[in-house]
Nanobody, 122 residues
Framework: QVQLVESGGGLVQAGGSLRLSCAAS????????MGWFRQAPGKEREFVAA??????TIADSVKGRFTISRDNAKDTLSLRMNSLKPDDTAVYYC?????????????????WGQGTQVTVSS
C-alpha cells in the first residue's frame, strides 16, 4: 500500500520560507514521478513542481522561489519555498505515479497524501 505523508506546513509571514517534506512508503519510488500540487479555497488543484530521477518541472508561478528535491535513499520528497507570498496560501499535496513522464495535471497522479496547510500572512 502506497502512503504519502506530508509535513512542514504552517503559518509564515510574507517573504519568509518553509520546507515541506513528503515521506513515501509502500513501493520503490525510483521509477515514479513525484510532485507537489496546491489548492486554495474555492480554486482548483494547481501544479507546483514534479520530478523523476532524470528531470524536473516547476510552475512559472513559483519558479525562482521554490525548489523541489528528492532523497532517494530515504524515499523523501521535499519542497523548499522561499520568498513566500500571500497568494501561496493553500493546502499543499504530495503526489506520485508510476512512470518517467512528468504530467502537470492532477488526474495523472495515482497516489496522494492528505495535504499540509501553508498560510502566508501579509
Amino acid at each position: 500500500q502506497v502512503q504519502l505523508v506530508e509535513s512542514g506546513g504552517g503559518l509564515v509571514q510574507a517573504g519568509g520560507s518553509l520546507r515541506l517534506s513528503c515521506a513515501a512508503s509502500g513501493r520503490t519510488f525510483s521509477g515514479y514521478v513525484m510532485g507537489w500540487f496546491r489548492q486554495a479555497p474555492g480554486k482548483e488543484r494547481e501544479f507546483v513542481a514534479a520530478l523523476t530521477r532524470i528531470s524536473s518541472t516547476i510552475a512559472d508561478s513559483v519558479k525562482g522561489r521554490f525548489t523541489i528535491s528528492r532523497d532517494n535513499a530515504k524515499d523523501t520528497l521535499s519542497l523548499r519555498m522561499n520568498s513566500l507570498k500571500p497568494d501561496d496560501t493553500a493546502v499543499y499535496y504530495c503526489a506520485a505515479t508510476p512512470g518517467m513522464a512528468i504530467t502537470t495535471t492532477p488526474h495523472g497522479y495515482a497516489y496522494w497524501g492528505q495535504g499540509t496547510q501553508v498560510t502566508v500572512s501579509s
